[in-house]
């Protein structure tokens, strides 16, 4: 079955999917994307994502061109009809097409695509063996709350991983833990979560977001604030978070082991809790 994709109200095979070279998007990078995992054909968080979503057309200043009702209809059709139980959708929606101006134009109606990809989570073994990472100076702009299809600066970072055979690249700024290039970052240090706040700084991830819902509901000792680097290099365990990735340990740091270099056990208390949020919420028959 070939890949369906959704664009400015069709649904059509990706190959015919085609945008004018004057789309803004192109042009400028002006516009903004969301990533919703799913699985067993049931969305996660909706509700979560479409307000992430919101606050980042809010952001740049773009009107929604759909009500969250539209919203799950479209991603629903969208889900059934392409293949796989688990997918992800990549929902894009740009300023439009219009003369080549940095102005905001007058009356122009917004491109939007949506695309559904297989998903392909962490394999248990990944999960045993944790991954790599290296760490950078968090350069980029100051709004990155904002989920902006201009996304160079965080190319270049994640291919500082890439470059040294690790996975992400873990972001500084001015000695502070940010976030990944490409995920938020958690630390545990004796047995506590330690988590960055959500500001301008760091993007509010979905699973951010339920990994401190599971440790309050789960007793499990969180902190939220602003952590050294030194602070995070001496951690017990990193992790990183992301929609498509879930939460994977993080066991070596710039060639450095993290902790013991082995997933530590906060982790896989948070590893089975999420698994069985999953199956509870995402997989259930009902």
């Known amino acids: 079955m070939n890949q369906i994709v959704h664009l400015n109200g069709c649904f059509l095979p990706i190959e015919q999917a085609c945008v004018p070279v004057l789309d803004r998007g192109f042009i400028f990078g002006d516009g903004v994307y969301e990533v919703i995992p799913v699985y067993s054909r049931h969305v996660f968080r ?5 307000k992430r979503l919101q606050n980042s057309l809010d952001g740049i200043r773009l009107p929604n061109p759909h009500s969250d009702a539209e919203w799950a209809g479209l ?3 969208l889900v059934a009809r392409n293949t796989g139980e688990d997918q992800y959708i990549y929902l894009h929606i740009t300023r439009g097409v219009a003369k080549r101006d940095h102005a905001f134009p007058a009356n122009t109606p917004p491109t939007v695509f949506i695309m559904s990809t297989p998903l392909l989570t962490p394999p248990r073994e990944l999960c045993e063996t944790g991954v790599s990472a290296v760490s950078a100076i968090d350069n980029r702009w100051d709004r990155c709350d904002i989920k902006a299809i201009a996304l160079l600066p965080n ?3 994640r291919q500082i991983a890439i470059d040294h055979g690790a996975v992400e690249t873990i972001l500084f700024r001015d000695g502070i833990l940010t976030e990944g290039a490409a995920s938020n970052i958690f630390a545990v240090e004796n047995s506590v979560i330690l988590a960055p706040p959500k500001d301008n700084h760091m993007l509010p991830g979905i699973t951010y ?3 401190l819902e599971l440790a309050a509901a789960h007793g499990i000792p969180l902190e939220v604030g602003s952590f050294t680097e030194s602070r995070v290099r001496a951690a017990d365990e990193l992790w990183l978070t992301s929609s498509t990735r879930e939460i994977l ?3 070596r740091l710039d060639g450095h082991p993290v902790g013991s ?3 530590g056990a906060v982790f896989w ?7 069985e949020y999953k199956a509870k919420v995402m997989r259930s028959p009902s």
Not at 269 to 275: C, T, V
């Open 46 to 50: 909706l509700g979560e994502h479409l």
């Open 209 to 211: 977001d339920l990994v």
């Open 261 to 263: 270099g082995r997933p």
């Open 155 to 157: 190319v270049l970072l």
């Open 249 to 251: 340990p993080i066991t």
């Open 269 to 275: 208390k948070m590893h089975a809790l999420y698994q």
């Open 75 to 77: 991603i629903g059709e």
